[in-house]
């Protein structure tokens, strides 16, 4: 078989056998095809310990280092699924001695001036649209980001949403996350549940037509792009001078409740991570909290040392008379 026909038949395992959601799949897809077309499709036997480690370096030169060890992964994943089918009987990447320096980027967040400015500018679009149909969009868009800021969803889990998954009634949301895990998280905020509600009234029609909590009026489902020209619409209506994504809204989601005192986890269970060292990243003190903890807590600011100082600078002016 060759590498193409092989890298097939591990995908329909992945998707039909491990159950992966299809980011997943998507992502191993893209990295095999390259992997494969470095190697113009050869057999998987012929490629050799010292080729890899050649193929590997050249990713480490082209990509980020987050990005080359998601490319390495996909190749140790297939690699180890051909040990399984007995394809191959023992992988090259065993030899080989793999080392990664990420370095450690703090995740972007927007301040919370901006989501207000964010909020204020959607809410007033709603009040004084001059149409019905502007007055629509606003209500789901309201809801969008309200969602978003809410519960800390990734972009690809609020557009997947089905209105099963979504109990307004008893202020939950069913989030399927990575790997088809299930997280239940609470909406507990009066005006963020009030505009779900508001949405879900006058889009109900266009949402059991495509079966996706979040649609379009003509009854399709919101896409990720779609999402993502909402946000980029607010903040430029909001003259917010920042670039803002989907994901800063979870950055900030997580990085506010980490200020306020919140357990990381929980934190972690409402992000829906696997590992708490995912996690950790935002153990980082923000700024504002940073300045705070130095300006109350520093135990030089318990040190009461005014009269000396004072004495020391009249002696210097004295000094120098």
Same mark, same amino acid.
């Given at each position: 078989?060759?590498?193409?026909?092989?890298?097939?038949?591990?995908? /329909?395992?992945?998707? $039909?056998?491990?159950?992966?959601?299809?980011?997943?799949?998507?992502?191993?897809?893209?990295?095999?095809?390259?992997?494969?077309?470095?190697?113009?499709? *050869?057999?998987?036997?012929?490629?050799?310990?010292?080729?890899?480690?050649?193929?590997?370096? *050249?990713?480490?030169?082209?990509?980020?280092?987050?990005?080359?060890?998601?490319?390495?992964?996909?190749?140790?994943?297939?690699?180890? $699924?051909?040990?399984?089918?007995?394809?191959?009987?023992?992988?090259?990447?065993?030899?080989?001695?793999?080392?990664?320096?990420?370095?450690?980027?703090?995740?972007?967040?927007?301040?919370?001036?901006?989501?207000?400015?964010?909020?204020?500018?959607?809410?007033?679009?709603?009040?004084?649209?001059?149409?019905?149909?502007? /007055?629509?969009?606003?209500?789901?868009?309201?809801?969008?980001?309200?969602?978003?800021?809410? *519960?800390?969803?990734?972009?690809?889990?609020?557009?997947?949403?089905?209105?099963?998954?979504?109990?307004?009634?008893?202020?939950?949301?069913?989030?399927?996350?990575?790997?088809?895990?299930?997280?239940?998280?609470?909406?507990?905020?009066?005006?963020?549940?009030?505009?779900?509600?508001? $949405?879900?009234?006058?889009?109900?029609?266009?949402?059991?037509?495509?079966?996706?909590?979040?649609?379009?009026?003509?009854?399709?489902?919101?896409?990720?792009?779609?999402?993502?020209?909402?946000?980029?619409?607010?903040?430029?209506?909001?003259?917010?001078?920042?670039?803002?994504?989907?994901?800063?809204?979870?950055?900030?989601?997580?990085?506010?409740? %980490?200020?306020?005192?919140?357990?990381?986890?929980?934190?972690?269970?409402?992000?829906?991570?696997?590992?708490?060292?995912?996690?950790?990243?935002?153990?980082?003190?923000? %700024?504002?909290?940073?300045?705070?903890?130095?300006?109350?807590?520093?135990?030089?600011?318990?040190?009461?040392?005014?009269?000396?100082?004072?004495?020391?600078?009249?002696?210097?002016?004295?000094?120098?008379?």
């Amino acid at each position: 078989m060759t590498l193409i026909d092989l890298i097939s038949d591990y995908l /329909r395992y992945c998707k $039909y056998n491990r159950q992966l959601d299809k980011l997943t799949i998507k992502a191993y897809k893209t990295d095999l095809i390259q992997f494969s077309n470095h190697f113009n499709n *050869t057999c998987i036997e012929e490629i050799s310990a010292k080729e890899l480690e050649s193929f590997i370096s *050249t990713l480490h030169i082209k990509y980020k280092p987050k990005t080359s060890k998601r490319k390495i992964a996909s190749i140790k994943a297939f690699y180890h $699924y051909l040990e399984y089918r007995e394809v191959i009987s023992s992988s090259p990447l065993s030899k080989l001695n793999i080392r990664f320096r990420e370095p450690i980027t703090l995740p972007k967040i927007i301040p919370l001036s901006s989501i207000e400015a964010i909020l204020k500018a959607a809410y007033r679009e709603k009040s004084y649209g001059l149409t019905v149909i502007k /007055r629509k969009n606003s209500l789901r868009n309201i809801a969008v980001l309200e969602l978003l800021f809410a *519960t800390g969803m990734r972009i690809s889990e609020l557009c997947n949403l089905s209105p099963d998954t979504v109990d307004l009634n008893n202020h939950t949301i069913i989030i399927r996350g990575k790997g088809s895990k299930e997280r239940l998280v609470q909406i507990e905020n009066k005006t963020a549940l009030e505009a779900l509600c508001d $949405y879900y009234d006058e889009y109900l029609e266009a949402i059991q037509k495509c079966n996706s909590f979040f649609a379009n009026r003509n009854g399709t489902p919101l896409s990720d792009q779609s999402a993502r020209r909402i946000i980029r619409r607010y903040t430029e209506m909001a003259s917010v001078n920042q670039h803002i994504t989907p994901h800063m809204f979870r950055h900030t989601f997580a990085s506010s409740l %980490l200020d306020a005192g919140v357990d990381i986890r929980y934190i972690q269970e409402l992000l829906g991570h696997s590992s708490i060292s995912v996690t950790q990243i935002y153990t980082h003190v923000s %700024l504002s909290k940073q300045k705070e903890i130095l300006a109350t807590k520093h135990p030089r600011n318990q040190l009461i040392i005014a009269d000396y100082r004072l004495k020391s600078e009249e002696n210097y002016n004295a000094s120098k008379q």
